[in-house]
């Protein structure tokens, strides 16, 4: 794991490959810039990593407790606080600010972030169930059918998809490629889609490959 | 900067402020860049103009022509590098925006009235 920055979604376009000129969709995001809030040692609190801070807000946004510790890094009213678990905390001292120029382009990331809340939502929406016939008669158009056998068990069973709660929930997605940086505006083009509305916070670290070490 | 001005920037770095003004109904010809191993030449694509959709950066043109006894569109997005140019070589009367009903046509009644008061 190394460390990553936190960011905000702007929305998408799309850029041409100078070469081929082909349309690449890409969406935009404002990478921090980030602030180092406190670094945990093994000595100290018996891991390593590196706690970042986002978003600069008023004084009065925040509690006394959040700006006493925000007093320790000298750092600025900050709304957003996470942890990068990471081995070599030595590179890294209180203050630094990190931003887009984490990333180099072409490189892979993972992204992570609230997915868009969909609300109570059916069969159709949640778990891709086919509907029903709309005419000849039918009235059953968004029912779920079936949920199990009769007498024998005598129940759901557990895990059974029905309608519920959908989305709002944290996903990550993975290996995306970084197609462009600008690292004065700290601005990220990023290759494909990521979780969330325009304005949603966003986690970005370097991509985290499966058996490579 | 918000993120509409931080959008905009981006893509104006894509658009091409060099195209003319391109009008349904138009014959135009198209210069479309084709590699050819490591050769690079531009090919023209003559036609008219039966659709367009503005859309910033993603703004196309479907331009149709009768190649061979067979009907070809191809939807070009104006504003990408295969582009290489677009040339009006006829201003086209019509009174829809988009000319679908060509497609139904063969022969005389493709034809397209040619109006001058465009440049």
Redesign the interface.
């Known amino acids: 794991m190394s460390v990553g920055i936190l960011g905000t979604k702007l929305g998408m376009t799309q850029v041409f490959e100078p070469e081929t000129g082909k349309a690449i969709p890409v969406t935009v995001i404002q990478a921090g810039p980030c602030t180092i809030t406190q670094i945990k040692t093994k000595e100290t609190d018996g891991y390593t990593s590196v706690q970042i801070g986002y978003q600069e807000v008023k004084e009065k946004a925040l509690s006394k407790p959040e700006l006493g510790h925000l007093k320790k890094s000298s750092a600025n009213p900050l709304r957003h606080l996470k942890e990068y678990r990471t081995d070599n905390v030595g590179e890294y001292e209180l203050g630094q600010t990190l931003g887009a120029a984490l990333f180099d382009s072409g490189a892979l990331v993972d992204i992570s972030g609230d997915t868009m809340g969909r609300g109570f939502a059916g069969y159709q929406k949640r778990h891709n169930f086919k509907r029903g016939q709309m005419a000849h008669g039918s009235k059953n158009h968004r029912l779920p059918g079936s949920t199990g056998a009769g007498t024998t068990p005598g129940r759901v069973y557990p895990g059974k998809k029905m309608a519920g709660r959908y989305g709002g929930t944290k996903v990550t997605i993975r290996k995306l490629q970084v197609v462009q940086v600008d690292s004065e505006q700290n601005v990220l083009l990023i290759k494909g889609a990521v979780p969330g509305k325009p304005g949603a916070l966003l986690s970005i670290a370097p991509a985290n490959i499966v058996g490579a070490k | ?1 918000n ?2 001005a ?2 905009r920037s ?2 104006a ?2 658009i091409k402020s060099d195209l003319p003004q391109i009008y349904v109904g138009d014959s135009v010809e198209v210069g479309v ?1 084709i590699k050819e191993g490591t050769k690079e030449r531009i090919q023209p694509y003559r036609g008219t103009v039966i659709a367009m959709r503005n859309g910033g ?2 703004e196309t043109i479907t331009v149709r022509r009768i190649f061979q006894g067979v009907g070809v569109e191809r939807v070009f ?1 104006i ?4 582009v290489a140019h677009i040339k009006i070589e006829r201003r086209g009367k019509v009174r829809r925006a988009k000319l679908y009903y060509l497609r139904d046509r063969v022969g005389k009644a493709t034809r397209i009235k040619q109006r001058f008061d465009r440049s």
């Open positions: 900067m993120a509409e931080i959008i981006i893509e770095k894509h860049r950066i993603n997005l504003h990408s590098p295969i």
